[in-house]
């Protein structure tokens, strides 16, 4: 039986790179303009790193990691998100005490086994940004403009954003226990997973799809209204610099994050063209988290954006530009002959930097022209007969159909 690639996983192929690229070069242009440097980390890290900042209650440290024991006997995984490789890396280097504030970005693979859905990948891509080494407002905020503009700027036009606070621990746990208070003449209601995740994670009793626990969560307190004075005065902060800058948002208070390392701002953009998985990206801040693995001080904030979504969202809005296929030239072999030194004068057109094709088989004149307009060569350059001899070719432009003689060796020389 022929091998398939695993479920989940997919081939991006020729005909997809393309659109891969562009956003790819969009990426790189818009951190470029707000000076964030670009970091890759290996695909892999110790197991610990992962358990110890997503946290071990969270789905994907508890169901979701490719996790496995290899011939050395430590436990690897393969990462299945970005800030706790980019903490871990800046904490190794010292990036911290180079300078002050750090504003890294990245794309990169991530690896997490949910089930395959539409939108939802066991090998997904993120781009993302994280800022390390300030605590203000105006970094939650940029983080949230550079996922806006890069959505904008793709021209797409159905998606919108969602801000929460989780606040700090401490306000954090006082609310956990009003939570647990409301609940706990209801806990024969709720559903079974509910149930494990009252002791486990709580908050995330607001993210349940079953319909008996929605009804429990619609009514319950929430942490926003119990924020403590700076966290409060940290949100307001936030929301003002997005109202200047005009990014509309809505403030969802039963937005919880997957992960466990968030304190303050979190967000997701969700988009209305892709179904079900809608999170184009999330984020927030996380303040404690490099102390957790580290023992170092340093604040963070950041977000990661889902490649296959946000490329998925463009397809159905129609958005990508369409780029068409071009070649520079293709060199046309008009005797059978001339095989080397169509090769060598293709060769030499190459490391002049054009994008050269030519025949490898032997075809005829009329397959090469006809291949020569299939892969949309600006110019053909047809060598032999007795111009050759003449040390001439034809060349012809195949926009307007004009058609020049050429002195090879001149031509080689511009
Ligand atoms: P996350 O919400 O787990 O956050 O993932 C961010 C984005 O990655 C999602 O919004 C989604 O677009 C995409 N994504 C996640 N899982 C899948 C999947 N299985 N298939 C396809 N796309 C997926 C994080 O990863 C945090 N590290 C974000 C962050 C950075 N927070 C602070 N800094």
New binding site residues.
Partial sequence: VMNKAIAGTRDILPEDIQKWTYLENLVHTTMNNFNYKEIRTPIFEETRLFKRSIGEATD?VSKEMYTFIDRSETSITLKP???ASVVRALLEHSLDKQQQLNKLYYIAP?F?Q?RPQA????Q?H?F?A?VLGSTSPLLDTEIIIIAYRIFQNLGLKNFSLKINSLGIPASRDKYKNLLRDYLSDKIETLSDDSKQRLDTNILRLFDSKDERDKAIMEQAPLLLDHLDEESKEHFESVKEILDGADIPYEVDPKLV???DYYTHTTF?IVSGSVGA?S??????R?DLLVKEIGERDVPG??????I??ILLACENEGVLPKIENKIDYYVVRLNKELSNEVFEIASNLRSKNQSVEIDYSLRSVKAQMREANRLGAVKVLMVGGEEFERGKAALKDMCTGEQAEVEISEFMKK
């Fill in positions: 994907i998100e970005m800030t991530m997490r949910e939108g939802r990948f066991r997904f993120q993302g994280e994050r997957g992960l997701e998985q999170a184009l990206c999330g984020g927030g996380y904030v950041g977000f990661a954006a889902g296959e979504r």
